[in-house]
């Protein structure tokens, strides 16, 4: 058996301004822009992707799934993130060398420090 990664799904209040974000924070291709499901992926044909869906209940409780990046520069990278609206975050995580931040529905996700050799 054979299985491909296709997606993450992301439940959200409004599918469209949350992929519109995510398309400008990942510089991402867009391949679905419906009001109810809003799909990008890091180019048309390349997997896996986000798919963004209408949900009726708010987020209430720390994402048990959330998404982690490695930029070349930590900072300027959380500098810009936070730019494009997204907001820091405390879920306990104490003094580390990555930061976690929220997107705008509040989703963490993380930005990592650099690798270790």
């Known amino acids: ?35 109810e499901e809003y ?14 869906v209408r949900v009726p209940e708010a987020k209430s409780v720390k994402n048990r799934l959330h998404l982690d990046f490695r930029p070349e520069d ?8 936070l730019a494009l609206g997204a907001r820091h975050a405390d879920i306990g995580q104490g003094e580390q060398s990555w930061t976690t931040l929220l997107d705008p529905e509040g989703n963490e996700f993380c930005v990592l420090g650099a690798r270790r050799s």
Do not use: K
């Not at 990664?5 to 510089?27: F, H, K, N, Y």
């Not at 799909?39 to 798919?51: A, K």
């Not at 930590?74 to 993130?81: G, K, P, T, Y």
């Open 1 to 35: 058996m054979t299985l491909e990664w296709e997606q993450v799904i992301v439940d959200a209040a409004d599918p469209a301004a949350l992929g519109r974000w995510w398309t400008e924070a990942l510089g991402w291709a867009v391949v679905d822009d419906s009001p």
């Open 74 to 81: 930590h900072q300027a990278e959380v500098d810009r993130l």
């Open 39 to 52: 799909e990008i992926r890091p180019t048309p044909d390349r997997m896996p992707g986000l798919l963004f």
